[in-house]
């Protein structure tokens, strides 16, 4: 990008006055948040609860080129797993400031275990991350998927109905299973708390559009 004085040319060739293309970079976390409002008529109504207290976020890991894992797979070391690129890392800070665009600046964040979840995790900026077992895949584990579903079952039935945001960063495997939905690398789900009742799927957030 060529600076000319106070005029900047955009990668198009296009020259333009340098505070308006600022202007424009800075709204850019604004202008996808409103693509997210847009995208599902029911959009607008999640963020609002979102918002209110009492719901989960369930987020698949963004992108990570690939499938599954090495063989030589080792929990705590990022050089045996499959990680992010440079794409899923940028796609995991636009979700962070798609939900702070809505006034979402902080919530109770967990992780699965493998390195891109944990990486999603930090770089959405919400908060701690806590480290959450039950939230690890078993795409490959399959042995583990019931005492994993049960735990993390378990873990949001004993979540107060009223408190702020949870966040859950974790799996394709573990979505379908819980919501019964299939979503794209850095796509979400939200889950309603009920006091007397299982949780209730509200519906799908894409942060991509």
Not at 2 to 28: D, F, H, T, Y
Not at 29 to 35: D, F, K, N, Y
Request: hydrophobic share 40%.
């Amino acid at each position: 990008m060529q600076k000319q004085g106070s005029l900047i040319r955009n990668p198009n060739g296009e020259v333009m006055n340098m505070r308006i293309w600022m202007g424009i970079m800075a709204c850019l976390p604004a202008l996808c948040a409103i693509a997210i409002a847009g995208a599902d008529p029911g959009a607008a109504e999640m963020v609002k609860a979102m918002k209110s207290g009492g719901h989960i976020l369930m987020i698949r890991h963004a992108l990570a080129p690939g499938t599954g894992d090495p063989v030589d797979f080792q929990i705590g070391d990022c050089s045996t797993q499959r990680n992010l690129d440079d794409h899923g890392r940028q796609q995991a800070r636009v979700i962070g400031d798609g939900l702070r665009s809505f006034g979402i600046n902080s919530a109770r964040v967990y992780s699965s275990q493998w390195c891109r979840c944990l990486e999603t995790a930090k770089l959405l900026q919400m908060g701690p991350v806590a480290e959450l077992p039950t939230l690890n895949s078993f795409y490959e584990l399959t042995q583990n998927r019931e005492s994993n579903l049960k735990a993390l079952r378990n873990f949001i039935g004993k979540q107060p109905p009223d408190g702020k945001l949870i966040i859950l960063v974790t799996h394709l495997v573990t979505i379908s299973a819980m919501a019964d939905e299939v979503v794209s690398s850095g796509e979400g789900v939200l889950l309603k708390l009920n006091p007397a009742a299982k949780y209730e799927v509200m519906g799908r957030l894409n942060f991509d559009r």
